[in-house]
C-alpha cells in the first residue's frame, strides 16, 4: 500500500528547503523530515527535483507515495525584481493610449520635490499600445459597440511584430467583460500563437490604471511561470500546488491562468508557518505577531492578527503597482550578506546592497571583497566558524582582516565597528516592523516576535530592546519555516467587483447578487480543483470610504443574507477599522456619508494541516545540550557557554550571555535575556 506524503519545497536564492509531512506515520497528521539542497538558479526546476529526490531518499519512499506537493516559487518575482520584461503588447480603449503615460501623476515618497525625481521607463513602451473602437460606461452600459475592425488590425500588428505576450484593458470592463473576451476571441483568431491577460480577469475592479499596470504584469510573467511550472511536471508526477501572495495555494494548472497571483508566494508561507507554530504555543500561545523572516538578502517582516496574517491590495513588486489580495509584508535590505559602507559624508551605512551568495561575505571565502553582516557576526564570535552542521567552514580571519580595514576607516576599534555594522541592521529591521504596525494603527509593544530564517533570529534580542517588544519566539528548524508554512495553507482564491454606491442609497438586493455572483465563480473553481459542495467555504468582505476619500478600507463582512442588518455590520465594521488606523471616523456625521466600493469573495477548500505534538519536560538540567565555550563578545569579549538545541527538553532555561546553535540557524543569547524551550520545540526569549 503506497504511503501518503506531502511535502513543501520553498526556493530560494541559496538553497531550496524541503519539508515532508507522513500524513501516515500517525493518526492526526504525520512526521515530518526537513532537508535543503542547492538551488539551481539557471532552471529553478532542477533544484525543485533535486529536494524531491532527497527527501524520498530520506524517508525510502518513492515517487509514486507522493499525494501533493505544496510549492513556494520566486519565478513571477524576480522576473519583475530584475525588470526583465520584453516584447509586452497593450491594447487598451481608443482615446486612452497615454494611460501608462500619465499614470497617478504621483512622486514617490522620499523624493520631496518633484524635481529630483527621474519618472521610469513605463512597463509597455508607446509604440507597443494599441487601441480598439467601442466604449463602455461606469455602470456597464455600451455607449459605443465594439470595433472589430480596428480590434483585427491590432492582432495582426502584434502577430507580424513577433509580440507574443498581450495584455487587454478596457475601459470599464470591471461592470461588463464583454468587449475585453470578444478582443481575445479576436487575438484567438488572428494571433493564436499571444499569450493573452484581460483585466477582467486578472483584476475586476476599478481604477484604470493599477487594472492595466496588473494586467500587464500578469502577461508579462505568464510565459516564464507556465515554462517553469512545465519543467516541473516533467520531472514529478504528483499534484503540484503553488503557494500565493493572498495566503492560500492553488493547483499548477489553475495557477498557469493567472501567474500574477504567486509574486509574493515564498514571504507568505513564512509568515502563514509562524502564525501556525504560534498557534500551537503552550500556556495559551498568542494567536497575533509580528514575523521576521530573515535571508541573505533580506528580511521580510508581517504581521499576524488573530491567526491570520494581514492582507493589503496595495501591494508594489519592483516599481510596478499590483492590485491584487496579497499578505502585507514589508521588505528590507538587511540580511546576512548586506554590505557594510561608508557614505560619501563619512557615516557607517549597512545595505541595502547584499553580497548575495556568490562571492557572498568575507567569511564565505569565494572573493567577498566587502564587509558584510554576517562577517560581523563572525568576528564577535555569535555565529560558530562553520554553517549548516560544518557544509559551509566560515574564514573568520578573512573577516576580521576587512572588519578591521572599515574599522580604522571609522577611527573605531574591530569590536566597534562590528558592533556598530550590527546595530544598524537591527535597526534597519526595527523601522520595518514599525512600517508594519505603527504605521497601520498598532502598538508594536503588544506583538511578540517570531523570528525565523537562517539569519532571522541573530538580532533577535536586540530588536526586544528597541521595539520594546514582549518576547520572541524562535521555532524548531527556522531556516525550514517558509516550506514548512507550504504545508498549513488551504486551497484559495479571490473574486471582486465593483459597485461604487452610497450607503444610504443602497438596496440589499444589489449585495445579495454580487455576493452571489462571486461565490458562483469561487465555487467553480474550487470543483476544478476537486473540492466537493460540502467541503467548500466563502469569506466575504467589503472596501468601504467616507465620501470623497481616495482610499478604502477593507473589512470583513458577516455570513448570512445581505440585509439591512448586514449592510449596518459592515458600516460598524468600517467605522471601527478607520478610527484604528486613522485615529478618527465619522461614526453617526451625516456630513461623511459612507460609500460602498468594492465586494470581494474569497474561495477556500480547507486541507488536512500538520498536527504539532506537545512534547513531555525534561529534567529541567540544560547542561546535557553544552558543548563548550568560546569567546564572544557582546559588551565586551567573555568565554560564553554554547548549547546544541536539538539536546534541549521542554524546559530547559537558559541565562544569556550563550549562544544556541542547530543545523541552520543561531540565537546569540545577549545578557540579560533568557531563553526557555516550550513544549512545542519552541525557543521563548524575554528580557
Not at 532552471?43 to 509514486?64: H, Q, R, T
Not at 484604470?208 to 512545465?230: C, F
Not at 500546488?241 to 493567472?258: D, H, I, P
Not at 488551504?490 to 462571486?518: F, I, M, Q, S
Amino acid at each position: 500500500m503506497a504511503r501518503r506524503l506531502r511535502i513543501g519545497i520553498d526556493t530560494g536564492g541559496t538553497f531550496t528547503d524541503v519539508v515532508a509531512l507522513d500524513m501516515d506515520a500517525t493518526g492526526d497528521g504525520g512526521g515530518l523530515v526537513t532537508t535543503k539542497t542547492p538551488s539551481t538558479p539557471a532552471d529553478p526546476a532542477e533544484g525543485f527535483a533535486a529536494g524531491v529526490g532527497k527527501v524520498l531518499g530520506l524517508l525510502g519512499a518513492e515517487p509514486e507515495d507522493v499525494a501533493a506537493l505544496s510549492h513556494g516559487t520566486t519565478v513571477a518575482t524576480n522576473r519583475l525584481l530584475e525588470d526583465r520584461i520584453d516584447d509586452l503588447g497593450f491594447v487598451t480603449t481608443e482615446g486612452f493610449e497615454s494611460i501608462l503615460e500619465i499614470a497617478r501623476q504621483s512622486v514617490p515618497d522620499g523624493y520631496g520635490n518633484s524635481y529630483f525625481w527621474v519618472k521610469p521607463p513605463r512597463i509597455v513602451p508607446a509604440h507597443r499600445v494599441r487601441t480598439v473602437g467601442g466604449r463602455l460606461d461606469h455602470t456597464g452600459a455600451e455607449l459605443r459597440p465594439f470595433d472589430e475592425e480596428s480590434a483585427v488590425a491590432a492582432a495582426r500588428w502584434f502577430r507580424d511584430a513577433g509580440i507574443l505576450a498581450i495584455g487587454v484593458c478596457f475601459l470599464h470592463s470591471y461592470a461588463d467583460p464583454s468587449h475585453e473576451l470578444a478582443m481575445r476571441d479576436v487575438l484567438a483568431r488572428e494571433h493564436p500563437d499571444a499569450v493573452v491577460s484581460l483585466s477582467c480577469e486578472v483584476l475586476r475592479e476599478y481604477r484604470e490604471y493599477e487594472r492595466s499596470v496588473t494586467t500587464l504584469v500578469d502577461a508579462a510573467v505568464k510565459p516564464a511561470m507556465n515554462g517553469y511550472l512545465a519543467r516541473i511536471a516533467e520531472r514529478v508526477a504528483a499534484r503540484l500546488l503553488v503557494m500565493k501572495s493572498n495566503g492560500g495555494v492553488l493547483s499548477a494548472e489553475e495557477v498557469a491562468r493567472q501567474p500574477i497571483t504567486t509574486v509574493l508566494s515564498g514571504p507568505a508561507a513564512g509568515a502563514l508557518g509562524a502564525a501556525f507554530v504560534v498557534a500551537h504555543r503552550e500556556a495559551g500561545g498568542r494567536g497575533s505577531v509580528v514575523t521576521l523572516d530573515g535571508g541573505g538578502t533580506s528580511t521580510d517582516v508581517a504581521v499576524v492578527l488573530d491567526g491570520e496574517p494581514t492582507l493589503t491590495t496595495e501591494g508594489t513588486i519592483g516599481r510596478h503597482p499590483v492590485k491584487i489580495p496579497m499578505i502585507d509584508i514589508v521588505t528590507v535590505g538587511a540580511g546576512g550578506g548586506s554590505v557594510a559602507w561608508r557614505s560619501p559624508e563619512g557615516a557607517l551605512k549597512v545595505g541595502p546592497r547584499s553580497a548575495g551568495a556568490d562571492p557572498g561575505p568575507l567569511c564565505y571565502g569565494r572573493g567577498g571583497t566587502e564587509v558584510t553582516v554576517t562577517d560581523a557576526h563572525a568576528v564577535l564570535g555569535r555565529i560558530p566558524p562553520h554553517l549548516l552542521g560544518g557544509e559551509v567552514p566560515l574564514d573568520v580571519d578573512a573577516a576580521r582582516r576587512g572588519v578591521e580595514t572599515l574599522a580604522e576607516q571609522l577611527g573605531l576599534s574591530f569590536e566597534r565597528a562590528a558592533a556598530g555594522v550590527l546595530e544598524i541592521s537591527a535597526w534597519n529591521q526595527a523601522n520595518a516592523i514599525r512600517q508594519i504596525t505603527v504605521k497601520r494603527g498598532l502598538d508594536v509593544r503588544d506583538y511578540p516576535l517570531v523570528a525565523f530564517g537562517g539569519s532571522g533570529p541573530l538580532l533577535a534580542c536586540r530588536l526586544l530592546d528597541v521595539l520594546g517588544l514582549p518576547a520572541a519566539v524562535i521555532p524548531e528548524n527556522p531556516g525550514n519555516l517558509s516550506a514548512f508554512g507550504l504545508l498549513t495553507v488551504d486551497v484559495k482564491n479571490d473574486y471582486v467587483r465593483t459597485r461604487v454606491v452610497r450607503d444610504a442609497e443602497l438596496d440589499p438586493a444589489l449585495l445579495d447578487g454580487v455576493y452571489a455572483d462571486l461565490e458562483d465563480e469561487a465555487a467553480g473553481a474550487l470543483e476544478r480543483e476537486g473540492f466537493p459542495e460540502d467541503g467548500r467555504r466563502f469569506a466575504r468582505s467589503a472596501d468601504l470610504r467616507y465620501y470623497g476619500q481616495a482610499f478604502e478600507v477593507r473589512v470583513p463582512a458577516p455570513a448570512g443574507s445581505p440585509d439591512e442588518a448586514f449592510r449596518a455590520e459592515v458600516v460598524r465594521r468600517f467605522h471601527d477599522a478607520h478610527e484604528a488606523l486613522y485615529g478618527y471616523c465619522y461614526r453617526d456625521d451625516p456630513r461623511h456619508p459612507v460609500e460602498w466600493v468594492n465586494l470581494r469573495v474569497s474561495g477556500i477548500g480547507p486541507i488536512a494541516r500538520p498536527r504539532l505534538a506537545e512534547r513531555p519536560p525534561g529534567d529541567g538540567d540544560p547542561s546535557r545540550a553544552r558543548t563548550g565555550t568560546r569567546a564572544v563578545c557582546f559588551d565586551a569579549w567573555e568565554e560564553t557557554a554554547v548549547y546544541r538545541r536539538e539536546k534541549l527538553a521542554p524546559g530547559d532555561t537558559i541565562g544569556g550571555p550563550a549562544v544556541i546553535e542547530e543545523f541552520g540557524s543561531t540565537l546569540p543569547l545577549h545578557p540579560g535575556f533568557t531563553a526557555r524551550l516550550d513544549g512545542y520545540g519552541n525557543l521563548v526569549v524575554t528580557r
